[in-house]
């Protein structure tokens, strides 16, 4: 049978999930969000639950779909958490939040260390003969530096905002810590010889990121920009997370691919990367159940 959505699953062996890329709408990085209109679908979906997930996928999946899906999908859940951040401090970026603001943002360092972790289940000959291939046709430098939503929080991740030193944000502090330690790790484990796309294109400069290039790493990641409201910012993050939740439920962490897994976090990468392992997912909706809160408060009174 050819393509992974018409093949039979036979009895009792549950549906493939469909991983349909979908666009992600989001505003201009600093622009604020739609008033919400009336008729629009409020807050009622804060009671699911957590679906369980094996580490090993036991179903075996179709290699490109399933891993270019993570790609786009990690990416885009992470951008939205960025943008969650931003609304947070990025208006008076001198001024320290209130503590429930500072525990939401260590819950999004936290979620998107957990996209790290799930955009990069791809197996490593995969990802250099297929994603990283698909990237280079976008632009031979491209780079995460270009990604517009993570300029604007980039200080916090770097440490440099004056106020992080505070006692009141060593959560925060070690969440950041924590994905300076995944993402490290993770870059080590896709690229061993540690050449970004950026580093191994000969002749390009060091310039600033121009619009351009935002719009160019936008167009891959299948992000639009346009004015929206709250609410439908939460329900796109929302609906992203359902999704990853229904992936990891069916697929594993970790897919089964003709037989073999391909295992990003092992016995010897330590405790930070091995939490992630079973807890990704219940650290995203952790994120988002706040992110939710905090955008929704006051929508519709």
């Known amino acids: 049978m050819k393509g992974g959505q018409g093949s039979r699953t036979g009895p009792g062996r549950p549906e493939p999930p469909m991983l349909q890329l979908r666009p992600l ?12 209109g009336h008729g629009e679908p409020g807050d009622d979906t804060m009671a699911q639950g957590i679906p369980d997930y ?3 996928g036991v179903h075996p999946v179709e290699a490109e779909r399933v891993f270019w899906y993570r790609w786009i999908t990690g990416h885009q859940v992470s951008f939205a958490l960025w943008r969650a951040m931003y609304d947070i401090f990025g208006d008076s970026p001198d001024t320290m939040p209130p503590r429930p603001e500072l525990d939401v943002l260590a819950a999004c360092v ?3 260390s957990a996209m790290l972790l799930y955009s990069s289940t791809v197996p490593c000959a995969h990802y250099h003969s297929h994603i990283r291939r698909r990237m280079a046709l976008q632009h031979p430098a491209i ?5 517009p939503d993570y300029r604007p929080v980039r200080r916090l991740f770097r440490g440099k905002l004056s106020w992080q030193g505070d006692p009141a944000c060593e959560p925060l502090g070690t969440a950041v810590a924590r994905n300076a330690a995944a993402h490290d790790y993770i870059a080590a484990h896709l690229v061993p010889d540690g050449l970004s796309l950026l580093q191994q294109s000969i002749g390009t400069p060091a310039m600033a990121v121009s619009q351009e290039k935002e719009e160019l790493y936008d167009n891959l990641f299948l992000t639009l920009r346009r004015p929206i409201s709250r609410i439908q910012f939460v329900g796109q993050l929302r609906a992203r997370v359902a999704e990853v939740g229904t992936d990891l439920a069916h697929n594993g962490l970790y897919p ?11 016995g010897h990468s330590g405790g930070i990367m091995m939490t992630l392992v079973p807890g990704a997912l219940r650290a995203l909706d952790e994120a988002t159940r706040l992110v939710a809160r905090h955008q929704l408060q006051g929508v519709g009174a």
């Open 54 to 56: 094996k580490v090993f």
């Open 143 to 147: 780079s995460g530096t270009w990604a």
């Open 110 to 112: 936290d979620a998107y």
């Open 256 to 266: 089964n691919v003709e037989g073999h897994h391909h295992p990003v976090v092992t």
């Open 25 to 36: 709408f989001l505003p201009e990085p600093g622009r604020s969000f739609e008033p919400s």
